[in-house]
């Protein structure tokens, strides 16, 4: 057992049923329940006293792994000194101190942060910001956002309507009117079992020309892609792929948005996405790793010009009409603050580097494993793509989800891929130890 568990937790409740899980099998997991009730570093452990090896940094965000002595003392002094101030009108010191922080490791010229409370309200925050700086510029007919299939922009209206998942989607109206999308990346046939950016696929950032001539460039805001798509079962972008999307956003005064919500903060080995394809996009969406997913924040990075442009008008007026009531957060802030603290501490920006080769060669051994039809990485990024059960798709995969649970590895299944993002302080033995547990995973599933 972990030296921080905490024995209160670890009674599971008689009555389940209050309690709707988020993108969960309810049914299913209330008759067979998976509870982790502590956590350290590297592992999990459930309420029956068995360790869990995280595979998936929980949910792509505790880069620097579990309970980490500097984050917890940092919110509980945070707790015992400033609980909450106001976000509106008034500051605190922390949020002022976070958002130079983030600027000093962000892509050079993203000079202004707006915080949030996760992923999607980033998202929404983004896409606003993209419309109205058109607008404050005077060019407000410039109203259309276009996304891409497959995307995963959060679950909020802007996001599921510049995201392309289907299913997170056809259940909820009409949407946000004026969107497109790109088509998405993913060529099996000319890029399966890739190693890093796949070769083919550069031409489909042409597609934007193909929008911009349907539309015209004048009635078009922005595009939001994720620099490597994660939820959807991982996507990297082809080379040369999102230098052409830059190259046609300049062209046309479109801007560029990055969803970097789980690339962000040394996924790839450097600190953001930006940095690791050398394209710097006009906003950048983060959240997730940083506050290591300790305390819900998110932060949208915006070139200056951006920010700029809204400061005009009489100076008692409220710029930008937008913000949540735990903006920055003081406990958020402070959890931030540690967590940089800690990547700095520890190197872990840039650790991904010095372990992609070796986490890349390791998951690829797996070619030859059951099941089987394509495995992709980058950084610490991986997906290893099942064929499905015909007529029962993902079926596969969540049966090897659940076996990989009762085993001891926390894997994140989607549709039929399984998605591995490991926290970012993992050692070669962890890499053998997930890969050796999957090949026993593949062999038993059917
Ligand atoms: C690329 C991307 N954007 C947005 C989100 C939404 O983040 P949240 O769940 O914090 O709202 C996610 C979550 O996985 C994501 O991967």
Known sequence: MPDNDIKSNNVIPNDLSAFWMPFSANRQFKKQPRMFVSAKDMHYTTSDGRSVLDATAGLWCVNAG???PKITKAIQEQAAELDYAPAFQIGHPK??????????IAPKGM?????????????ETALKIALAYHRVKGDGARFRLIGRERGYHGVNFGGISVGGIVPNRKMFGTLLTGVDHLPHTHLPKDNAFSKGQPEHGANLADELERIVALHDAST?????????????????????YLQRLRKICDKYG????FDEVITGFGRLGTPFAADYFGVIPDIMVTA?????GVIPMG???VKSEIHDAFMNGPEHMIEFMHGYTYSGNPIAAACALATLETYQDEGLLTRGAELADYWQQALHSLHDAPHVIDIRNIGLIGAIELEPIAGEPTKRAFAAFIKAFDSGLLIRTTGDIIALSPPLIIEKSHIDEIVERLRDILNEVE
């Open 66 to 68: 579990h309970c980490r």
């Open 111 to 123: 000079d202004n942060v707006f915080f949030t409370n996760s992923g999607s309200e980033s998202v």
């Open 299 to 301: 932060a949208v990075f």
């Open 220 to 240: 078009i805001a922005a595009v939001i892609v994720e620099p490597v798509a994660g939820s959807t079962g991982v996507l990297i972008p082809p080379k040369d």
């Open 254 to 257: 479109i801007l560029l948005i």
């Open 288 to 292: 997730k790793g940083l506050t290591n």
């Open 95 to 104: 949020a002022f101190e976070l958002a130079n922080k983030l600027v000093d």
